[in-house]
């Protein structure tokens, strides 16, 4: 079905995340100059509540943007895909058995046309920038972001300059220049790759995509929460867990969940939402632990994790408010822990999961034997890429 048969978007304006201050959306934004913290797209979802519906959905395009009415482009001429969404809920029974649970299921976001969930960001975040007509786009990244940008960019014939850390993933590295993006690496960390490409769009006149800098990657994230209730014939599981660095995705699945309540396709239930951080990079859950909820940059980060390896997050509030509104918790791994559980996800499911996605396994463990999730509730595992991704260090971690 064409995207011009839908009701098209309902984008109303924009909301900073902190302080409720609107702004119109039809104009370019990053971060509120005020206070630096998000904006977040608003919809008449009574309006949206009108087309998109239960029934709807079952002759609707198999992608992400089946939810037109709720993303953030206009004009669907402006929509940039290459299939992204629409991802597998796998039911996780051998492993589940494994565990002794009763309903494990693992939402496999390494299906997508970039091997990641970035591929759902950085569509939305493309699109609404060529409809803002912002054509130069850069990004630092930690891997796959970078590789999801020169994707879609290529795609829509703009620009992309990329900046990562020297020891960003191979495999991204690789996907940038084949893509034809402008790849810069650089010393040190993600943090520091940011103020690199954040003067680069200063000098240079570049249009920063950065993670939450910009109010639409997050609208491609949040569609991984439409799809699993959806597929879960519109219930929500007790329990979601989610690998987390920047934090674009548990922000995104918790405002999903807003949303559909708003649309009447949920109730006020909502899932205990867990956030996973790497031991070596964990400022989210020390900030969590600490009862706080902005976090202090986390010094010399160090994980085979690279989409975990983010020592400060421009979210930080909105990850550990929506784990506390939830009854969820959030807790730390080690890179032992996750390069046994990628092992065994491949093992028992034939998934092959980034470290991020073992993550989540490594995490269930823990809640397990703590009873923090009892073996009889619906959990959701988030495998957010593939470890194809990964295999230069995957590779030598598992015995190569």
Not at 56 to 84: C, F, H, K, Q
Not at 330 to 345: F, K, N, Y
Request: aromatic residues 6%; hydrophobic residues 40%; proline residues 6%.
């Amino acid at each position: 079905m064409s995207y011009r048969t839908h009701s098209r978007s309902q984008i109303t304006h924009l909301e900073c995340s902190l302080s409720g201050e609107t702004v119109d959306h039809k104009y370019p934004h990053r971060l509120n100059p005020e206070n630096g913290k998000p904006y977040l797209a608003r919809y008449d979802l009574g309006k949206a509540s009108e087309t998109l519906t239960k029934d709807s959905l079952a002759d609707r395009e198999s992608n992400m943007w089946r939810y037109r009415e709720v993303m953030p482009v206009v004009d669907p001429a402006n929509i940039v895909t290459l299939g992204e969404g629409h991802t597998p809920l796998h039911i996780a029974e051998r492993l589940g058995k494994h565990l002794g649970m009763k309903s494990l299921l693992i939402k496999d976001e390494g299906v997508n046309p970039t091997g990641s969930f970035k591929a759902r960001g950085l569509s939305a975040a493309v699109s609404k920038a060529l409809e803002l007509g912002q054509t130069r786009l850069t990004m630092p990244s930690a891997g796959n972001a970078g590789g999801a940008l020169s994707a879609y960019s290529a795609a829509a014939g703009m620009e992309a300059h990329v900046y990562m850390p020297k020891d960003a993933p191979y495999a991204n590295q690789v996907e940038c220049i084949a893509h034809g993006a402008d790849l810069n690496l650089v010393d040190g960390f993600i943090t520091d790759a940011g103020r690199v490409s954040g003067k680069a769009a200063e000098e240079r006149g570049f249009f920063d995509v950065s993670t939450l800098k910009e109010p639409y990657r997050v609208e491609g994230k949040k569609t991984m929460g439409y799809e699993i209730v959806e597929q879960l014939g519109f219930q929500i599981p007790d329990v979601v867990i989610y690998p987390t660095g920047g934090g674009t995705g548990i922000v995104g699945i918790w405002k999903a969940l807003d949303e559909l309540e708003e649309l009447g396709w949920i109730g006020p239930e909502r899932p205990r939402m867990v956030c996973v951080q790497a031991e070596g990079c964990a400022p989210l859950v020390d900030a969590y632990k600490k009862g706080v909820e902005f976090a202090d940059p986390f010094l010399n980060p160090s994980t085979l994790a690279a989409g975990m390896r983010v020592p400060a997050a421009v979210g930080d509030f909105l990850v550990i408010r929506a784990v506390r509104q939830s009854g969820g918790t959030a807790l730390t791994v080690t890179d032992d822990q996750m390069v046994d559980s990628v092992r065994d996800m491949s093992t028992y499911e034939g998934i092959f999961p980034a470290p991020e996605g073992g993550a989540t396994l490594s995490a269930l463990q823990i809640l397990l034997d703590s009873h923090q999730v009892e073996r009889d509730e619906r959990v959701v595992l988030l495998n957010t890429g593939s470890g194809m991704k990964y295999l230069d260090v995957l590779g030598p971690a598992l015995g190569l």
